[in-house]
């Protein structure tokens, strides 16, 4: 083989190798709706502060799911009242799925810190639930990473202390009601706010 065929071949490959850069940069590109979410959840759906989920790595259906929720006001909580259920407005039925994927495909939150003892004790909850009151382990459904698991099982891993904390108190208290909700009002019902806030933290650092 002379150089100059092998030259030819290797121009071919670098040619295929940006074609395929270049297809794969496109499929990255967001849809234009997300310009809107990211004031709070950021382009790549990594929040901008604690009080506004990651989106990021969350499960597609769970995504979809919350979106239609909001848009029928089922998930009535109130921050969805008072922020998602007019963000959720601006969002057109065919759009949905496209930008739950999206957000689905970004890397997920990186793992952050908390104090050590209030991880220690929520690694206990979420690890072997609590005993006395017949709670369930968080992981038996979330998974020991806390990566969930679709259709149902959203993920907590490295979502904000502070948000975890708001929904479980919403559940506890019977102000998050859709979807499946139910499972979770029951198992929030058991914790107190000292449990909450540990689990939490936990969490946080998955
Ligand atoms: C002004 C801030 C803000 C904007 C902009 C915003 N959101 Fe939200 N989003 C929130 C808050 C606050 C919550 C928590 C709602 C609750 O507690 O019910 C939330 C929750 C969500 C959830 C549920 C997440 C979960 O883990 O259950 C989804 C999905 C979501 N938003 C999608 C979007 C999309 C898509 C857009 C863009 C069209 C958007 N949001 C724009 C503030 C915002
Ligand atoms: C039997 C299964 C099961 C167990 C055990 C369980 N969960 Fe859940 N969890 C769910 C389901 C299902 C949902 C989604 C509810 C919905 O559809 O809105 C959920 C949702 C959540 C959410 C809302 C996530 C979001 O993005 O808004 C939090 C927070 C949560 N669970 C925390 C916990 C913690 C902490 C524990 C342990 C104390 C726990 N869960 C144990 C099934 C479970």
Redesign the pocket.
């Known amino acids: 083989m002379t150089s100059n065929l092998w030259l030819r071949q290797i121009g071919v490959v670098a040619g295929a190798v940006l074609l395929l850069t270049g297809a794969a940069h496109a499929a990255k590109k967001p849809p234009s709706?997300v310009a809107?979410?990211a004031?709070?959840?950021g382009v790549n759906g990594v929040s901008v502060a604690s009080?506004?989920?990651d989106?990021a790595g969350?499960w597609s259906p769970y995504?979809t799911a919350?979106?239609r929720a909001f848009k029928d006001h089922t998930?009535a909580?109130p921050?969805?009242k008072s922020?998602?259920w007019g963000?959720a407005a601006?969002?057109p039925d065919n759009e949905i799925s496209e930008?739950s994927r999206y957000f689905a495909s970004q890397k997920g939150p990186a793992p952050g810190t908390e104090p050590a003892a209030l991880v220690a004790a929520g690694r206990k909850i979420f690890m072997g639930g609590i005993t006395s009151t017949n709670t369930p382990a968080c992981m038996a459904c979330h998974g020991p990473t806390g990566r969930g698991l679709p259709p149902l099982f959203?993920r907590l891993a490295g979502q904000h202390a502070a948000y975890v904390a708001?929904?479980l108190g919403?559940f506890k208290q019977g102000l998050r009601t859709n979807g499946s909700s139910s499972i979770m009002q029951t198992i929030a019902a058991k914790l107190t706010t000292k449990e909450i806030k540990e689990v939490a933290a936990f969490t946080r650092t998955l």
């Open positions: 709706i809107t979410c004031a709070c959840h009080t506004f989920p989106l969350q995504l919350q979106i998930r909580d921050l969805a922020i998602m963000m601006t969002i930008v959203p708001t929904q919403y």
